[in-house]
């Protein structure tokens, strides 16, 4: 694996994606960008990389590694975002909300995105994307789903991402604007923002417009629903290979066997850690951005690496799912919000 290191792909990738990492964290820092966030941001300016495709061609072999391997290690590192005991600390209601979020959103997205005629593949990443935390989550679930073509794979990831983004930002926009006419104190929509917009970046522009105590409740509500990214992958690694054996079945082949979501280990690991040692805010802080760092290239490289003409053929179903869901999805926090909070 670490062979790859030592070709001028690889170092040509990294670099590529590097740059495009680190520009998509600075200009989510910029008014209105911050609504897109980080992860899209460093997507897009990969897909703008096509621009130069001699330059992308060569880099391809190195690429395919970052979108695999830094994808992994991002995931690990963004366990040290979750501190256990605040979340414990915030109560039931809050984690149960949380559960009933997640499980219900990626229900009914799946659902009404089959429905509409996506396949199960894109249907089930952008239902953990629009019930979870947005383009990281799809991001995390998708290693879990076995494939045999690659390119289908990518195309679907960046096809969820896409929902989830426009999605996201469009009900950051409606729950801004909703916000005189919902009589909601500070703390309640925080929950709300946090209870029902896909993304962090989402919840957090998004709360801060009911100042600190609606940026804090929306914040511990979001990484409510970020904790649960491990076992919604195990339980859709356990799905994909059921579908994996049933296909194999009926074609008198031998299914392959799910490899071990250690980078989902290591993000549990890394949650407790950061739990139980005593690392200081700015340590943990950092061990966040370098999180966000690999997340980062690893989007650049696939909007590098993939095929957008396809794309944009395929997206009516899952962004009809999506708009229903999210719709269903913000009603729902709205009543839990006044009638828990």
Not at 137 to 164: C, F, H, W, Y
Not at 213 to 228: E, N, Y
């Amino acid at each position: 694996m670490l062979a790859i290191t030592k070709e001028k792909s690889f170092w040509l990738a990294a670099g590529m994606t590097f740059v495009c990492s680190l520009a998509g964290t600075f200009l989510a820092k910029l008014p209105y960008l911050s609504l897109v966030g980080a992860l899209v941001l460093s997507l897009l300016l990969g897909i703008a990389c096509q621009g130069a495709p001699g330059l992308v061609t060569e880099a391809m072999p190195g690429v395919a590694f970052i979108s695999n391997k830094f994808l992994r290690l991002g995931i690990i590192l963004l366990g040290f975002k979750l501190n256990l005991v605040t979340l414990a600390q915030s109560g039931v209601k809050t984690i149960a909300i949380a559960a009933i979020v997640v499980s219900g959103t990626i229900t009914l997205t799946y659902f009404l995105s089959r429905r509409f005629g996506a396949e199960a593949e894109l249907s089930i990443l952008t239902a953990c994307g629009c019930g979870i935390c947005g383009a990281a989550a799809v991001m995390g679930v998708s290693p879990q789903i076995e494939t045999e073509d690659e390119e289908r794979k990518r195309e679907n990831e960046v096809l969820a991402v896409a929902v989830v983004c426009v999605m996201g930002t469009v009900f950051t926009l409606v729950e801004i604007f909703l916000k005189p006419f919902l009589h909601l104190t500070p703390s309640q929509f925080g929950v709300m923002a946090g209870g029902s917009l896909h993304e962090i970046a989402h919840a957090v522009a998004t709360g801060q417009a009911a100042g600190a105590a609606g940026l804090q409740s929306a914040i511990i509500m979001k990484l409510s629903r970020v904790l649960l990214l491990a076992p919604v992958a195990l339980i859709v690694g356990w799905w994909s290979q059921k579908r994996q054996q049933k296909t194999a079945a009926a074609a008198n082949a031998t299914a392959k066997k799910l490899p071990l979501p250690w980078f989902l280990l290591g993000f549990v690991l890394t949650s407790v850690i950061g739990t139980v040692l005593p690392l200081s805010a700015d340590v943990l802080n950092l061990l966040v951005q370098a999180a966000y760092l690999f997340l980062g290239m690893a989007m650049a490289a696939l909007g590098m690496s993939v095929n957008f003409r396809v794309i944009f053929k395929r997206g009516g179903s899952v962004f009809g799912a999506a708009a229903i869901s999210s719709t269903v999805l913000l009603a729902f926090m709205i009543l839990a919000v006044k009638v828990l909070f």
